[in-house]
């Protein structure tokens, strides 16, 4: 008898009238499944401890969280390639394409390759990245030097519930606004393709910087004027503070979640969700909330999900900007505690 009242239960909230269907979409930081080349091969190296633990082992404390949601974005932020030929600079960072495997024990449902890592071991290098990502099926979605002869270019479009999505990448946009006609088309052509809602990807900002450049304020403001739902960004490797304008979200910076060369920042990190009400009249954002996390380095390299009240309290107060940024809103102070915040039909709360 318990049984069945239970699912009676069930069934009439699901029968009732303008109970909206729900879609949850989340967002983590730089993930970089190689190392430094040089480093290639050594003990505690990421590829050496996926050989060591196995291809599930670096998302294997948050994978649950990133399948219950109803999609996944992650910046991948590697080269997979076997070639040796590479820029010359400090950072170059790989690894072989097999490795690419990783991202299907993660939870993770498509990937941004537009970073400034992407073009480490040159254009040939990258493509063998998007092979790579294409041999074990991992959605991607990025575009190197929009506007110019030598651009990449894929935009994203996944269907869920119902809902077509679109994802564009750029890499280190310019302050002076040049890119953002190249923007604004990418976002008109997702529309004309019946995209319900559009996320933005963006690498930009200061590395190890805790609060965006005064730029990005006005870039996002454009940016979201022009049609997008979300800018979600990530470069600076530590976490940066989150706002809103006109009701859709900015994540300047998610940080680092699984980075194989990670040198001593600050491991804070999060999954940041989306939650909204899939209406007759499209999506509806009602809730954004993060689940706080730390990230390891050598030898282990696993994101896990702070349980320490204090610990958490911590980590999303650095989510909360202090200052006022003319049409954008803070976050309040009780996010600290909440880790959540309700929208109220898409609206930001005063």
Not at 238 to 257: A, D, M
Not at 263 to 289: A, C, H, K, M, S
Not at 321 to 345: A, C, H, R, W
Request: hydrophobic share 35%; proline share 6%.
């Amino acid at each position: 008898m318990t049984r069945i009242l239970a699912l009676a239960a069930i069934l009439l909230l699901l029968a009732v009238p303008g109970r909206a269907e729900t879609l949850t979409l989340s967002f983590v930081g730089d993930c970089s499944i190689g190392e430094m080349a040089e480093n290639a091969g050594k003990k505690g190296t990421y590829t050496a401890t996926v050989d060591e633990k196995g291809l599930d082992w670096p998302f294997s404390l948050v994978r649950e969280y990133l399948e219950a949601d109803d999609f996944t974005f992650a910046n991948c932020e590697t080269v997979f390639t076997d070639r040796k030929t590479h820029q010359d600079k400090k950072t170059n960072l790989k690894a072989p394409p097999r490795y690419a495997e990783v991202l299907l024990h993660s939870g993770v449902d498509a990937v941004n390759t537009a970073n400034n890592h992407a073009m480490d071991f040159l254009m040939e290098g990258y493509d063998d990245t998007l092979s790579a990502l294409d041999a074990f099926g991992i959605p991607h979605f990025g575009t190197l030097y929009p506007s110019t002869k030598r651009e990449r270019d894929q935009v994203g479009v996944f269907e869920v519930k119902g809902v077509k999505i679109g994802a564009i990448g750029l890499s280190y946009p310019n302050d002076d606004g040049s890119e953002l006609p190249a923007i604004q088309k990418r976002i008109e052509d997702l529309r004309a393709q019946g995209c319900g809602l559009v996320i933005v990807s963006l690498h930009w900002g200061r590395e190890v910087h805790d609060t965006p450049e005064n730029w990005q304020f006005s870039y996002a403001r454009k940016v979201i004027d022009l049609g997008a739902d979300v800018i979600w960004g990530h470069h600076p490797h530590i976490l940066q503070q989150v706002q809103f304008y006109k009701g859709k979200p900015v994540f300047y910076s998610t940080g680092n979640f699984t980075f194989g060369s990670m040198r001593p920042v600050d491991p804070d990190t999060g999954i940041f969700q989306l939650r909204y009400d899939l209406t007759e009249n499209g999506p509806v954002l009602q809730n954004f909330t993060v689940i706080p996390c730390r990230t390891q380095g050598s030898g282990d390299f696993r994101p896990h999900p702070l349980t320490d009240e204090g610990e958490k309290a911590a980590m999303l107060k650095k989510l909360i900007y202090k200052k006022t940024v003319k049409g954008m809103q803070n976050l309040p102070p009780s996010f600290m505690e909440t880790g959540s915040i309700d929208l109220f039909e898409g609206q930001f709360p005063e």
